[in-house]
């Protein structure tokens, strides 16, 4: 057993990462398990959401334009499991910067920074009440 694969068994938080871009879906999971997460990921919003109701998830790091049921769909038919909730997305929507209000935690803009959003994530989870 490598480090790697001890630190993502002793992690004490777990996240589901959803992108329908399988490449970016790969990268996304190197990050986050190279921080010691436990890390699920599903390539559509509807397997998000067996994952969400067959595991214990922390937090959700979500693509909102996603076919079939978008990310902030998927959002509404999580949030009262009280998992943490992070949307990307690659355009300005006027309906993102409203979401905080609804119980996202942060709306991320590709390009984005992947190691500073895995240390925000982290640090939002060691915080959370």
Not at 34 to 52: C, F, K, M, N, P
Not at 56 to 75: H, Q, T, W, Y
């Amino acid at each position: 057993m490598n480090s790697q694969d001890e630190k993502k068994e002793h992690s004490p938080y777990s996240i589901l990462i959803v992108d329908d871009e399988e490449d970016l879906l790969a990268i996304c999971d190197y990050f986050f398990t190279r921080e010691g997460l436990r890390v699920y990921t599903a390539t559509s919003s509807l397997q998000a959401l067996d994952i969400v109701f067959n595991n214990k998830i922390d937090a959700i790091f979500s693509d909102v334009c996603m076919p079939s049921v978008n990310g902030i769909e998927l959002f509404e038919m999580t949030k009262a499991q009280g998992i943490s909730f992070y949307a990307t997305t690659g355009s300005y929507d006027p309906e993102m910067e409203g979401l905080w209000r609804r119980g996202v935690v942060r709306v991320f803009y590709k390009p984005y920074d992947l190691e500073e959003c895995v240390t925000q994530i982290i640090n939002d989870l060691k915080n959370r009440p």
